[in-house]
């Protein structure tokens, strides 16, 4: 018995190869009714082999008929198709939606057995009449199926296509949301027709997103850490080519970059001249800043403020920066502050705050409310890093700090590698001896770098480390400080050349003879150790004297919380670029000082600072690959052990940061705990408090999810049914192993929430799911 017409249209069309008999439908009666009222009946249409060759000779014969207006009739009016899309369709009809695949044409474009008391001539004059309309009903025809089916196979492309490259798409999203926040900065800050330059350094950081005009940049030993390093790259080189002719005129623009940055306008800009010469301008030591100052204080006379506008009007002379008094530089100074007040947050460029100038009137502005309201005024009561805290963050002002600190990395690069006393070309005692033994000099010849001209640039900067306008210090001390990042990883690549030179001249010396003197190679090498030992020790003065002397140890004690984070920072990274110099207790020691700092994100840095040379090794041992712009950091030479005593002193402090008021600061302090324990520097620990605080913290439900997890694994190192044994550390446990090490799990909660004289209805059972979900998020 087969199955009733209503049920058969209403199932999808079946997808098989097989001939099939044409299904029945319910409204096959009424449009045979309607057709037979307008069409004349006819022979039936002979066999054809496809859909096609029906189509045509369906068309030939409606052109061939008697009456064209009733062939015109047989199409549906606008209402008819819209009623008829809203019906279910026949499998006859859903071929013809599908006939992009060439494997169903064949199969639905097969004739079939036509129904009886149904003209034959009428149905294949209305498919005719279909056909030809098609493009007009398809789209709204059958859409429980055909258009259901193109819509799902075209999402589970896109899908595929997601999951292939679901990395580069978000990044190139995000990148493309950065490059938009730095054009909408470039539009709001700078004036009409600024353009990059040597006179707008600012506007060539805003427009840094754009691609380079040069074809080809050469970044030497410059990381392309992002897509700006190009024409940061260029942009610095034209700065330093100025400053090997005219240093003070490089200066200047320097100076006018930070200016810029801060909120400054180009009014505040010290003059850079209009002289194309090399040694250009003139000698008025008095800037454009400090006559303003002095007319608005009413200082000038008639006659003197005429002459001023005269001399606004004319070309301007170039400030000397040498022949500027400290009253001078006092005018500059407050003449940039008072541009700073006027200036709304949207358009300051860079500030103390990372997250911008709106976020951080934002948390001023928190702070005082929670002053009056009698709660703590401090950071500790405001979320660090929250997302409370972010939703005010400035994208533009988050990336424009990007790029300046990028911009003065690779000024500080150029500078090394361009600089006027700058040279690659080895000795001429050298090239001799690779003229005779090729092999000499494989290492490439002895590199001479400039050191002064660095040094002469950030003591320039360091002038304005201790103004009192926090953003301005924020701004000098990030730009002094990445410079000597630079600089440092310079002198890496020095020291390793130096091991190398140090190894083929130990080997070099042995192979000669007794009381013979050395040969070519072995004199070109001691030359080249020479070389690189000098060069060596005048980077490191460059970042010892002015840098750590000059600007670290007064700013890593700074009124404003981001500037002492930012100068502990740098110095986590001194300690993994140069070990040898900063994994010391003379530098360790900042660290343990700042863990007790009244301000949660220089906590944070503290603790990290101490906890990064850890993770480093852990990577390298996993054979992890470095992130780009970190090819240069000495972790090899890292000895942990350097950190013992430090470790040993601030050990009850680290303790207590467990327990520390901000999730953020409890985070990497359990961490810190954690590899400390695994590292070895807890097994002469006797202390009980220590070690019960430390393993309390995962049955404590103030602790966020990663402090628990992380005090969890902090226990399982000191259970026995955790010990190896010297047992396949990656082979799976045995189901023995696995109860056992439960069951000890168990045990340890058991007492530690019966511990003391507790009633058993007191007993906090309910924080034993904190342990079940912390196993959970435990991958092994």
Same mark, same amino acid.
């Given at each position: 018995?087969?199955?009733?017409?209503?049920?058969?249209?209403?199932?999808?069309?079946?997808?098989?190869?097989?001939?099939?008999?044409?299904?029945?439908?319910?409204?096959?009666?009424?449009?045979?009714?309607?057709?037979?009222?307008?069409?004349?009946?006819?022979?039936?249409?002979?066999?054809?082999?496809?859909?096609?060759?029906?189509?045509?000779?369906?068309?030939?014969?409606?052109?061939?008929?008697?009456?064209?207006?009733?062939?015109?009739?047989?199409?549906?009016?606008?209402?008819?198709?819209?009623?008829?899309?809203?019906?279910?369709?026949?499998?006859?009809?859903?071929?013809?939606?599908?006939?992009?695949?060439?494997?169903?044409?064949?199969?639905?474009?097969?004739?079939?057995?036509?129904?009886?008391?149904?003209?034959?001539?009428?149905?294949?004059?209305?498919?005719?009449?279909?056909?030809?309309?098609?493009?007009?009903?398809?789209?709204?025809?059958?859409?429980?199926?055909?258009?259901?089916?193109?819509?799902?196979?075209?999402?589970?492309?896109?899908?595929?296509?997601?999951?292939?490259?679901?990395?580069?798409?978000?990044?190139?999203?995000?990148?493309?949301?950065?490059?938009?926040?730095?054009?909408?900065?470039?539009?709001?800050?700078?004036?009409?027709?600024?353009?990059?330059? +040597?006179?707008? %350094?600012?506007?060539?950081?805003?427009?840094?997103?754009?691609?380079?005009?040069?074809?080809?940049? =050469?970044?030497?030993?410059?990381?392309?850490?992002?897509?700006? @390093?190009?024409?940061?790259?260029?942009?610095?080189?034209?700065?330093?080519?100025?400053?090997?002719?005219?240093?003070?005129?490089?200066?200047?623009?320097?100076?006018?970059?930070?200016?810029?940055?801060?909120?400054?306008? *180009?009014?505040?800009?010290?003059?850079?001249?209009?002289?194309?010469?090399?040694?250009?301008?003139?000698?008025?030591?008095?800037?454009?800043?400090?006559?303003?100052?002095?007319?608005?204080?009413?200082?000038?006379?008639?006659?003197?403020?005429?002459?001023?506008?005269?001399?606004?009007?004319?070309?301007?002379?170039?400030?000397?920066?040498?022949?500027?008094?400290?009253?001078?530089?006092?005018?500059?100074?407050?003449?940039?502050?008072?541009?700073?007040?006027?200036?709304?947050? @949207?358009?300051?460029?860079?500030?103390?705050?990372?997250?911008?100038?709106?976020?951080?009137? &934002? *948390?001023?502005?928190?702070?005082?409310?929670?002053?009056?309201?009698?709660?703590?005024?401090?950071?500790?009561?405001?979320?660090?890093?929250?997302?409370?805290?972010?939703?005010?963050?400035?994208?533009?002002?988050?990336?424009?700090?990007?790029?300046?600190?990028?911009?003065?990395?690779?000024?500080?690069?150029?500078?090394?590698?361009?600089?006027?006393?700058?040279?690659?070309?080895?000795?001429?005692?050298?090239?001799?001896?690779?003229?005779?033994?090729?092999?000499?000099?494989?290492?490439?010849?002895?590199?001479? %770098?400039?050191?002064?001209?660095?040094?002469?640039?950030?003591?320039?900067?360091?002038?304005?480390?201790?103004?009192?306008?926090?953003?301005?210090?924020?701004?000098?001390?990030?730009?002094?400080?990445?410079?000597?990042?630079?600089?440092?990883?310079?002198?890496?690549?020095?020291?390793?050349?130096?091991?190398?030179?140090?190894?083929?001249?130990?080997?070099?010396?042995?192979?000669?003879?007794?009381?013979?003197?050395?040969?070519?190679?072995?004199?070109? +090498?001691?030359?080249?150790?020479?070389?690189?030992?000098?060069?060596?020790?005048?980077?490191?003065?460059?970042?010892?004297?002015?840098?750590?002397?000059?600007?670290?140890?007064?700013?890593?004690?700074?009124?404003?919380? &981001?500037?002492?984070?930012?100068?502990?920072?740098?110095?986590?990274?001194?300690?993994?670029?140069?070990?040898?110099?900063?994994? @010391?207790?003379?530098?360790?020691?900042?660290?343990?000082?700042?863990?007790?700092?009244?301000?949660?994100?220089?906590?944070?840095?503290?603790? =990290?600072?101490?906890?990064?040379?850890?993770?480093?090794? &852990?990577?390298?041992?996993?054979?992890?690959?470095?992130?780009?712009?970190?090819?240069?950091?000495?972790?090899?030479?890292?000895?942990?052990?350097? +950190?013992?005593?430090?470790?040993?002193?601030?050990?009850?402090?680290?303790?207590?940061?467990?327990?520390?008021?901000?999730?953020?600061?409890?985070?990497?302090?359990?961490? %810190?705990?954690?590899?400390?324990?695994?590292?070895?520097?807890?097994?002469?620990?006797?202390?009980?408090? %220590?070690?019960?605080? @430390?393993?309390?913290?995962?049955?404590?439900?103030?602790?966020?999810?990663?402090?628990?997890?992380?005090?969890?694994?902090?226990? +399982?190192?000191?259970?026995?049914?955790?010990?190896?044994?010297?047992?396949?550390?990656?082979?799976?446990?045995?189901?023995?192993?696995?109860?056992?090490?439960?069951?000890?799990?168990?045990?340890?909660?058991?007492?530690?929430?019966?511990?003391?004289?507790?009633?058993?209805?007191?007993?906090?059972?309910?924080?034993?799911?904190?342990?079940?979900?912390?196993?959970? *998020?435990?991958?092994?």
């Amino acid at each position: 018995m087969s199955p009733s017409p209503a049920t058969r249209s209403a199932s999808p069309p079946r997808r098989s190869g097989r001939e099939r008999k044409q299904a029945e439908s319910v409204y096959d009666d009424a449009k045979a009714e309607v057709l037979l009222r307008s069409v004349s009946p006819k022979t039936p249409q002979s066999k054809v082999g496809s859909a096609k060759k029906r189509e045509s000779s369906s068309k030939r014969k409606a052109e061939d008929g008697d009456d064209d207006s009733d062939e015109d009739k047989d199409v549906p009016s606008d209402d008819e198709q819209d009623e008829q899309s809203s019906q279910p369709s026949s499998p006859e009809e859903t071929s013809d939606d599908d006939s992009d695949d060439s494997d169903d044409d064949d199969d639905f474009g097969k004739k079939t057995t036509p129904e009886r008391g149904t003209p034959t001539n009428s149905n294949s004059k209305k498919r005719s009449a279909k056909r030809t309309k098609k493009t007009q009903i398809r789209t709204g025809r059958s859409p429980a199926h055909s258009q259901s089916n193109k819509k799902n196979a075209r999402s589970r492309r896109t899908a595929a296509t997601n999951r292939n490259r679901f990395g580069t798409t978000a990044k190139s999203a995000t990148r493309r949301s950065a490059h938009q926040s730095l054009a909408t900065l470039a539009k709001n800050v700078l004036p009409a027709g600024e353009t990059p330059g +040597l006179s707008s %350094l600012v506007a060539g950081l805003l427009h840094s997103y754009r691609p380079t005009k040069e074809e080809d940049v =050469e970044l030497g030993d410059v990381a392309a850490t992002s897509e700006y @390093t190009p024409n940061l790259v260029s942009l610095a080189r034209k700065v330093i080519g100025v400053h090997n002719d005219h240093p003070n005129r490089a200066q200047l623009s320097l100076l006018n970059l930070l200016f810029r940055s801060v909120g400054g306008s *180009e009014d505040a800009d010290l003059s850079l001249g209009n002289a194309n010469d090399a040694n250009g301008g003139g000698s008025r030591s008095k800037s454009r800043s400090a006559e303003r100052s002095a007319k608005r204080r009413g200082e000038l006379s008639d006659s003197e403020e005429s002459s001023s506008d005269t001399e606004e009007e004319d070309d301007d002379e170039e400030v000397i920066l040498d022949e500027m008094d400290t009253d001078e530089w006092a005018r500059v100074v407050t003449d940039l502050v008072d541009d700073m007040r006027h200036v709304p947050a @949207t358009r300051i460029l860079l500030c103390a705050d990372p997250l911008g100038a709106v976020h951080q009137a &934002h *948390e001023l502005a928190e702070r005082e409310r929670r002053s009056k309201e009698g709660g703590s005024g401090d950071a500790d009561a405001i979320i660090v890093d929250g997302e409370e805290s972010k939703k005010h963050a400035s994208a533009g002002a988050v990336e424009y700090r990007r790029v300046y600190r990028e911009f003065w990395y690779a000024l500080g690069h150029v500078a090394l590698t361009d600089g006027g006393m700058a040279t690659t070309g080895a000795s001429e005692f050298e090239s001799r001896s690779r003229a005779g033994n090729a092999k000499a000099g494989k290492d490439g010849p002895i590199v001479r %770098l400039d050191a002064e001209l660095v040094k002469s640039i950030i003591l320039r900067i360091i002038e304005l480390s201790p103004v009192g306008q926090p953003d301005v210090r924020a701004a000098a001390t990030l730009a002094a400080l990445s410079m000597s990042h630079a600089v440092l990883d310079q002198s890496a690549i020095l020291v390793k050349k130096l091991d190398v030179a140090s190894r083929q001249y130990a080997a070099a010396s042995k192979s000669k003879s007794p009381g013979k003197k050395e040969g070519a190679k072995a004199e070109a +090498l001691k030359v080249r150790m020479e070389s690189l030992k000098r060069s060596v020790e005048d980077l490191e003065e460059v970042v010892l004297g002015p840098v750590v002397q000059g600007l670290f140890v007064h700013r890593y004690r700074d009124s404003n919380e &981001h500037v002492r984070t930012m100068c502990i920072e740098s110095l986590s990274r001194f300690s993994l670029q140069r070990p040898d110099i900063f994994l @010391t207790d003379k530098y360790l020691k900042y660290f343990g000082w700042m863990m007790h700092d009244k301000n949660p994100r220089v906590r944070c840095a503290a603790f =990290e600072g101490l906890l990064r040379p850890f993770k480093a090794v &852990h990577n390298t041992a996993e054979g992890k690959a470095r992130e780009v712009g970190d090819e240069n950091l000495m972790i090899e030479k890292i000895d942990l052990s350097a +950190l013992e005593h430090v470790v040993g002193k601030f050990l009850p402090r680290i303790a207590d940061a467990v327990m520390d008021p901000v999730g953020q600061v409890q985070e990497v302090a359990m961490s %810190l705990m954690l590899v400390l324990l695994k590292g070895g520097f807890l097994d002469e620990v006797s202390e009980d408090k %220590l070690w019960d605080q @430390t393993n309390q913290r995962c049955l404590a439900e103030d602790a966020p999810a990663t402090v628990q997890k992380d005090a969890l694994y902090f226990i +399982l190192d000191q259970l026995e049914a955790f010990d190896d044994g010297g047992e396949n550390e990656k082979a799976a446990p045995n189901e023995r192993k696995r109860a056992q090490q439960l069951d000890a799990i168990a045990s340890y909660a058991a007492h530690t929430l019966t511990n003391g004289p507790v009633p058993i209805d007191k007993i906090n059972v309910k924080v034993s799911d904190l342990l079940v979900n912390s196993l959970r *998020e435990m991958p092994e």
